[in-house]
């Protein structure tokens, strides 16, 4: 399973999400205040992550360790 930090944050926070996973890439779907966020990881050898959990309305490419980059933002919805 992939994206392991960001699916126990969501569900530590009762965020219910959707999780698929194809050629060892996770996607994970899920709605916040009313808003719909994603994140879909890219294969080796780019691996990488695309979402739009810094603005809803735009998505954006994490790159490196983008589970972290990604967990930052999230981490500052419940603060």
């Known amino acids: 399973m992939r994206?392991?930090?960001v699916r126990e944050h969501l569900t530590s926070h009762g965020v219910p999400f959707q999780y698929?996973?194809?050629d060892d890439c996770?996607?994970?779907t899920f709605v916040h205040k009313?808003?719909?966020y994603h994140i879909w990881e890219y294969p080796a050898p780019e691996r990488g992550a695309q979402s739009n959990v810094r603005s809803a309305g735009?998505?954006?490419d994490f790159d490196g360790n983008y589970e972290e980059?990604?967990?930052a933002i999230l981490e500052t919805w419940w603060k």
């Open 26 to 28: 996770g996607s994970i």
């Open 58 to 60: 735009k998505s954006e």
């Open 3 to 5: 994206l392991n930090r």
């Open 34 to 36: 009313g808003l719909s």
């Open 69 to 71: 980059q990604i967990l």
């Open 20 to 22: 698929y996973e194809e």
